[in-house]
């Protein structure tokens, strides 16, 4: 692999999460958007739909938060895979 697009994905990611946890969640959507574009099958994928899910349940888009968190359930493969089935 090589290590210059690993890097680009950490901070397509690390972005993302800064943005998230910020509580700017428009922002964390487009960005983990823009990352799941990018990187569809990267080992973060998993997690980025969970803050997604977050993301559009913080800004009360009940509809886009369930979606992804179903994703989150259906893939079994979120660190996050418990809370988003309680979502």
């Not at 692999?1 to 994905?9: C, I, K, Y």
């Not at 983990?32 to 994928?45: C, D, G, V």
């Not at 969970?50 to 938060?65: C, I, Q, T, V």
Request: hydrophobic share 35%; proline share 2%.
């Amino acid at each position: 692999a090589n290590p210059n697009s690993q890097t680009t994905e950490k901070l397509y990611f690390e972005n993302a999460k800064t943005a998230y946890f910020n509580q700017n969640y428009a922002s964390a959507v487009n960005l983990f958007n823009l990352y799941l574009t990018n990187f569809p099958k990267s080992a973060n994928s998993f997690d980025a739909k969970f803050y997604m899910g977050e993301s559009f349940f913080r800004m009360a888009d009940l509809s886009n938060s369930l979606r992804y968190h179903q994703e989150v359930v259906q893939e079994k493969r979120s660190s996050f895979l418990a809370r988003s089935a309680r979502r």
